[in-house]
């Protein structure tokens, strides 16, 4: 049998790591859902939250697809694009500003300083109330937003689970978001789906999170609005009127390393 040689390079925003693979060349296409979630693995893999594959476009600087820790292809990732603009630039593919093409549609981004990436999110509905401090909303990923107090005590992995699971909300699961309002910014903590289990970031979460605490009029914090995940902080600017626009998702990226992987 012929081992594949996987070239990658590893990526993280807030935590949220990810495998990063140059696609251009169509040179990993044909990855198997069991190698990507092989490659995912924490003990037995490089380890990651998730791949992404920087695909040719043309008509955009390149094209991102996203796949879960359980190697299936997924929704938007925030981080997960704040991470890939990082690498592009770094491949050479724009100087500053950048926009390319995702599952979602089209997005724009740019590096402001220091590897701060500015990422243009996708439009969205305002959110669905489900109770006082329970709401729903799509931010690209769909996203359960759950206000509580002392987010440190909660199990996320185990009261993230009952909810990603409970059909009465989402057929399909959802991520799930535990925030907590502390002086100006929101505390959060996410149960990812497709990782299963909680990661230390999550940025369509925190664009989630974000949108809903001004909307359920949580708080009435100035822009941009700063969250404090376990990795880190993220900041969100948005517009709202008839709908939820001119979002963007700001924070931290950084390359952690690079290797080849051998998949026999």
Not at 18 to 34: G, H, V, W
Not at 139 to 166: A, Q
Request: charged letters at 25%; proline letters at 1%; one cysteine or more.
């Amino acid at each position: 049998m012929t081992a594949k040689l996987i070239k990658f390079q590893k990526y993280q925003g807030a935590g949220n790591d990810f495998i990063m693979l140059d696609n251009r060349a169509n040179e990993y296409s044909n990855l198997e859902t069991a190698e990507i979630a092989f490659l995912c693995d924490r003990h037995f893999g490089i380890g990651a939250d998730g791949l992404i594959m920087l695909d040719s476009s043309t008509d955009s600087h390149f094209h991102m697809r996203y796949f879960n820790s359980d190697g299936k292809e997924s929704t938007m990732c925030g981080n997960g694009g704040r991470c890939i603009v990082l690498f592009a630039y770094h491949l050479g593919l724009f100087e500053k500003k950048t926009w390319f093409t995702a599952v979602d549609g089209q997005h724009e981004a740019e590096i402001i300083s220091n590897n701060i990436i500015r990422l243009k999110m996708s439009d969205c509905q305002f959110p669905a109330k489900i109770t006082d401090n329970i709401f729903a909303i799509d931010t690209g990923s769909p996203h359960l937003v759950i206000f509580t107090s002392k987010i440190e005590d909660i199990d996320v992995r185990s009261e993230g689970k009952k909810w990603r699971y409970n059909e009465k909300i989402s057929i399909n699961g959802m991520n799930v978001n535990f925030c907590e309002i502390e002086n100006d910014e929101i505390r959060i903590r996410t149960y990812e789906r497709g990782v299963e289990d909680e990661t230390l970031a999550c940025g369509t979460g925190c664009v989630a999170a974000a949108i809903t605490a001004v909307y359920g009029k949580k708080f009435q914090a100035k822009h941009p609005i700063k969250l404090r995940a376990l990795g880190g902080v993220l900041c969100v600017d948005f517009v709202q009127d008839e709908n939820v626009h001119s979002i963007f998702l700001t924070g931290e990226a950084k390359k952690v390393f690079n290797g080849i992987a051998e998949i026999i």
